[in-house]
């Protein structure tokens, strides 16, 4: 993972892994928690104590954070993680976006400014981390996260390993360009795509893809 963002990682060192906390990246889904409350416990300080469970364990409960809050680094020479053999984004309902394989956050102006195997963008336009999500959505936004028919937009086969390029429009939407597959929240229907416009003012008519109301609606975001 490499990151240009105003973030810091807070480091929790252990004897066989170090553990990464991204303070502004965490929405609190509490897969940690319940994935491993021995290594994870919010009500004790420190709250993360890496060597509490087994390395191998702690770093599949690690893998499941969907936000990129945590990662983690193996100090005994055990595998770190690997992405997905394919790039998917599950949009959530009433929630964020979030994305599971090999991305490159882009600004147009700055270029790269984040590479990740996990992220969870805002779609709320409320978010005072813009692109990443901070729970704002829980004030304000509905969505169902259902997918609109999209006839014509389905990709033909392409390499499936090849990385996301995540463009971030200023006052616009976020532009997704390479292989991927958009999921419904309830992860049954999708669609597999090469690029699309998704929304992240929360004013559009057909979400989770923009279709120009950022416009009119006095979207801004960085």
Known sequence: MTSCLRERAIR??????????????????????????????????????????????????????????????RKDGGPEEIPPPSNSLFVQADGPIYFHGRLKLEDPKSGILLEDTRLALCRCGLSGRKPLCDDSHEYEFTDDGDLPEHKGLEASPVPEESPVKVIVKTAGPLIIEGPFRLWDSGRKKSLRLMHAALCRCGASGKKPFCDGSHSHAGFTGE
Do not use: N
């Open 12 to 73: 929790y060192k252990g004897g066989k892994i170090d553990i990464y906390f991204f303070a502004g990246r965490c929405t609190h889904v509490a897969e940690c928690l319940r994935g491993a409350p021995e290594v994870f416990d919010s009500m004790r300080q420190p709250w993360i104590i890496p060597d509490a469970e087994p390395p191998d364990h702690v770093a599949r409960v690690i893998e499941r954070c969907p936000t990129g809050a945590l990662h983690y680094k």
